[in-house]
């Protein structure tokens, strides 16, 4: 757009270096905004995603006007920006707000005007024919078009307020009359209460008329960057401020952040969720291949990358379904704290089942499927066990079909790798039978005659569950891998010669990790990673003093230094990164 202001507008079609080259100060990447991934369609191509996702037809809004905080030194933060729709007629008929709370969550919030007089003004030509009117100027002055939206809040924003209540938007279209000039930006969004009262009213608007950036001077792009480039840094550090202020001096209750619901946009995944992800979609995905379920499986990962017109359906090998219509049952993660839940469990349908069996309304929830029942069939241990003997005997020792999932026994597994990979996995089982939320995990029914149900969120009724019955393994002396972790054995080490075993040793690193971080890290893997960080910089603290204490004694021609010490104390940082690699 211009040396101060760029944007990702269109699709993509050039390498990432010549887009670099075309970055103003401040850039709007499309990968900030709604949906997580898909940077390569750009902005307008995002937004027709999402339209297209809520039901409309993009075409209806060929015109899009967006308010938001650019990038600046590639960093920025937006509590909320605006997307102003309008229609073939240059009427304002929608907007997008795009909500982001602290801990990188996301809600996307598409509301129709819900004003009452939402036809355009009469033009002066049909005012003019009215006799009892006096004569209109030919470019007559209009007022500009008032938005106002009422909905209900439903996405966790700040500790300070839980997730019940309503927001009210009321704004004014900022290129009012028919997008003629820019004009002023006005917003207010009200927070009220679950019993309508008024809590929280804020506020944007203009202080200053518009500057179109391709006509600044050199001088005023200089006062420009001068005066704003501190805006977006400030940002995140004033509002940890006022929540200091409001928790401390106020003393006002802090609520419990929630997972996000369906219609959120959970945190981006991290290094290690990311690799757990992809072994878990090629287990489910052979899990289903090799199953006789009547039904396809629509998985969707909380962890996606970029944007794709077709979903991952995984299907069955059999033929036990309608090839006409076959039943498609909606598997969604919501949040990459899905994957870190799930690595606590050697059984993955306990898992599943203490999931499954919260309420609908509940605010720990980490995915969504539409039916419940089904998908507990797919880590049902009784249903695997009615496998196809005959594709069963078919099938290799090390392959991912059911006699994985039946039971085989781990000696099989562990007996293929080496002494040091023995112990490694070893340690991993040992820490997921220790840790403290294995140990908690736990359903306790209160009422002997009322059976448990699962909820699901397309329904309002309940459904009875049908819950796998799974054994205490708080007194089995032998700790068993879990199906997930089988099939990364099987599938990485047994295959070496199709598959590289450093994507088993990735995988068993991150889950071991995180299990370790229960004991030394408060259960968050970065704050391990920080106390790895503080002991490599203290070994190499030690090792520097050693060295020196070493060139004085040189200096004196003492000769009785113990030469050795100095080595060994030297290479300490080395030795403690031998010792991860070991683990």
């Given at each position: 757009?211009?040396?101060?202001?760029?944007?990702?507008?269109?699709?993509?079609?050039?390498?990432?270096?010549?887009?670099?080259?075309?970055?103003?100060?401040?850039?709007?990447?499309?990968?900030?905004?709604?949906?997580?991934?898909?940077?390569?369609?750009?902005?307008?191509?995002?937004?027709?995603?999402?339209?297209?996702?809520?039901?409309?037809?993009?075409?209806?809004?060929?015109?899009?006007?967006?308010?938001?905080?650019?990038?600046?030194?590639?960093?920025?933060?937006?509590?909320?920006?605006?997307?102003?729709?309008?229609?073939?007629?240059?009427?304002?008929?929608?907007?997008?707000?795009?909500?982001?709370?602290?801990f990188d969550e996301r809600r996307m919030y598409f509301l129709k005007n819900s004003n009452e007089d939402t036809e355009p003004p009469p033009k002066a030509d049909e005012l003019s024919k009215k006799p009892d009117l006096p004569p209109q100027p030919s470019d007559p002055v209009k007022l500009p078009a008032k938005f106002s939206n009422t909905w209900r809040k439903d996405f966790?924003?700040?500790?300070?307020?839980?997730?019940?209540?309503?927001?009210?938007?009321?704004?004014?279209?900022?290129?009012?009359?028919?997008?003629?000039?820019?004009?002023?930006?006005?917003?207010?969004?009200?927070?009220?209460?679950?019993?309508?009262?008024?809590?929280?009213?804020?506020?944007?608007?203009?202080?200053?008329?518009?500057?179109?950036?391709?006509?600044?001077?050199?001088?005023?792009?200089?006062?420009?960057?001068?005066?704003?480039?501190?805006?977006?840094?400030?940002?995140?550090?004033?509002?940890?401020?006022?929540?200091?202020?409001?928790?401390?001096?106020?003393?006002?209750?802090?609520?419990?952040?929630?997972?996000?619901?369906?219609?959120?946009?959970?945190?981006?995944?991290?290094?290690?969720?990311?690799?757990?992800?992809?072994?878990?979609?090629?287990?489910?995905?052979?899990?289903?291949?090799?199953?006789?379920?009547?039904?396809?499986?629509?998985?969707?990962?909380?962890?996606?990358?970029?944007?794709?017109?077709?979903?991952?359906?995984?299907?069955?090998?059999?033929?036990?379904?309608?090839?006409?219509?076959?039943?498609?049952?909606t598997f969604q993660i919501l949040t990459p704290l899905f994957y870190t839940r799930l690595i606590h469990y050697a059984h993955i349908s306990e898992f599943f089942s203490s999931e499954l069996l919260k309420n609908d309304d509940d605010k720990d929830r980490t995915f969504w499927t539409s039916a419940p029942e089904k998908l507990l069939q797919i880590f049902n241990k009784n249903?695997?066990?009615?496998?196809?003997?005959?594709?069963?005997?078919?099938?290799?020792?090390?392959?991912?079909?059911?006699?994985?999932?039946?039971?085989?026994?781990?000696?099989?597994?562990?007996?293929?790798?080496?002494?040091?990979?023995?112990?490694?996995?070893?340690?991993?089982?040992?820490?997921?039978?220790?840790?403290?939320?294995?140990?908690?995990?736990?359903?306790?029914?209160?009422?002997?005659?009322?059976?448990?149900?699962?909820?699901?969120?397309?329904?309002?009724?309940?459904?009875?569950?049908?819950?796998?019955?799974?054994?205490?393994?708080?007194?089995?002396?032998?700790?068993?891998?879990?199906?997930?972790?089988?099939?990364?054995?099987?599938?990485?080490?047994?295959?070496?010669?199709?598959?590289?075993?450093?994507?088993?040793?990735?995988?068993?690193?991150?889950?071991?990790?995180?299990?370790?971080?229960?004991?030394?890290?408060?259960?968050?893997?970065?704050?391990?990673?920080?106390?790895?960080?503080?002991?490599?910089?203290?070994?190499?603290?030690?090792?520097?003093?050693?060295?020196?204490?070493?060139?004085?004694?040189?200096?004196?021609?003492?000769?009785?230094?113990?030469?050795?010490?100095?080595?060994?104390?030297?290479?300490?940082?080395?030795?403690?990164?031998?010792?991860?690699?070991?683990?």
């Amino acid at each position: 757009m211009s040396s101060m202001v760029s944007a990702d507008l269109d699709m993509m079609h050039t390498s990432k270096s010549t887009n670099r080259t075309h970055k103003g100060w401040f850039n709007i990447e499309a990968a900030d905004y709604l949906a997580r991934g898909g940077a390569h369609l750009g902005l307008r191509g995002k937004l027709h995603a999402y339209l297209k996702s809520q039901g409309e037809i993009s075409s209806d809004y060929p015109l899009a006007y967006l308010v938001t905080a650019p990038r600046f030194l590639g960093y920025s933060f937006n509590p909320v920006s605006f997307w102003y729709l309008y229609d073939l007629n240059q009427q304002l008929k929608a907007m997008v707000l795009e909500v982001n709370n602290t801990f990188d969550e996301r809600r996307m919030y598409f509301l129709k005007n819900s004003n009452e007089d939402t036809e355009p003004p009469p033009k002066a030509d049909e005012l003019s024919k009215k006799p009892d009117l006096p004569p209109q100027p030919s470019d007559p002055v209009k007022l500009p078009a008032k938005f106002s939206n009422t909905w209900r809040k439903d996405f966790h924003v700040s500790p300070f307020n839980s997730r019940k209540g309503t927001y009210g938007l009321s704004a004014l279209d900022p290129f009012a009359p028919d997008l003629t000039k820019p004009g002023s930006i006005n917003n207010s969004i009200t927070l009220s209460s679950s019993k309508d009262h008024a809590k929280l009213v804020a506020r944007i608007f203009s202080t200053e008329p518009s500057i179109d950036p391709s006509t600044m001077s050199l001088r005023q792009k200089i006062q420009f960057i001068t005066s704003w480039w501190w805006v977006g840094f400030v940002t995140f550090p004033r509002i940890v401020k006022e929540a200091g202020n409001l928790f401390f001096r106020r003393k006002l209750h802090v609520w419990y952040r929630p997972e996000v619901s369906r219609e959120s946009v959970g945190r981006k995944e991290t290094d290690r969720e990311r690799i757990i992800e992809a072994h878990f979609r090629n287990f489910l995905k052979s899990r289903i291949e090799h199953s006789s379920l009547p039904f396809f499986l629509n998985y969707t990962s909380c962890c996606s990358t970029s944007l794709q017109e077709e979903e991952d359906i995984f299907r069955p090998s059999s033929s036990t379904y309608s090839p006409i219509l076959p039943t498609i049952i909606t598997f969604q993660i919501l949040t990459p704290l899905f994957y870190t839940r799930l690595i606590h469990y050697a059984h993955i349908s306990e898992f599943f089942s203490s999931e499954l069996l919260k309420n609908d309304d509940d605010k720990d929830r980490t995915f969504w499927t539409s039916a419940p029942e089904k998908l507990l069939q797919i880590f049902n241990k009784n249903e695997k066990k009615e496998g196809n003997d005959k594709d069963r005997q078919q099938r290799t020792p090390g392959s991912t079909s059911n006699d994985i999932n039946t039971g085989t026994d781990d000696s099989f597994f562990l007996k293929k790798l080496s002494p040091f990979d023995r112990a490694r996995w070893k340690l991993l089982c040992y820490l997921r039978h220790s840790s403290p939320k294995t140990r908690t995990t736990t359903t306790t029914i209160t009422k002997k005659d009322t059976p448990p149900t699962i909820s699901n969120n397309r329904n309002n009724k309940p459904i009875p569950a049908t819950i796998p019955s799974t054994p205490n393994h708080n007194h089995n002396h032998h700790i068993p891998f879990s199906p997930l972790d089988q099939y990364v054995l099987s599938h990485y080490h047994y295959h070496h010669h199709s598959r590289e075993p450093n994507q088993a040793r990735a995988y068993r690193r991150a889950v071991t990790a995180i299990l370790a971080s229960e004991y030394v890290a408060f259960s968050m893997p970065e704050v391990f990673d920080a106390l790895d960080t503080v002991v490599r910089m203290a070994l190499c603290y030690v090792a520097a003093r050693a060295a020196m204490g070493w060139l004085e004694t040189l200096g004196s021609r003492c000769l009785d230094v113990d030469f050795w010490r100095v080595v060994v104390v030297s290479n300490a940082v080395h030795g403690w990164w031998v010792f991860k690699e070991v683990l």
